[in-house]
């Protein structure tokens, strides 16, 4: 396992996620601007909802990233996306 490759599968889950959250929260946001929907969205309390629709671009990275036969770097994906799961629970239940 290299872990360089898995460090880069890590930042590209992360970065996945959040352009997919930006994305969710330009789709299903109902303010002027991204942050306006951020903000309506954490006091509605769908945040967490959102962050989970967000993460689903990680499902494409991870799916690219086996098919090209880099799996330590669906391995960081994979990695990645516990990390937004565990974060979101956090959030949810605090």
């Not at 330009?26 to 962050?51: M, P």
């Amino acid at each position: 396992m290299n872990n360089k490759e898995v460090i880069i599968g890590i930042i590209i889950g992360l970065l996945a996620s959040a352009i997919g959250l930006i994305l969710s929260l330009l789709f299903f946001g109902n303010g002027k601007s991204i942050s306006d929907s951020l903000n309506i969205a954490l006091a509605q309390g769908v945040f967490t909802k959102l962050v989970s629709i967000g993460a689903l671009l990680n499902l494409g990275a991870f799916f690219l990233f086996i098919n090209t036969d880099k799996e330590s770097r669906a391995k960081g994906v994979l990695i990645a996306t516990v990390i937004v799961a565990l974060i979101t629970i956090i959030i949810r239940f605090t």
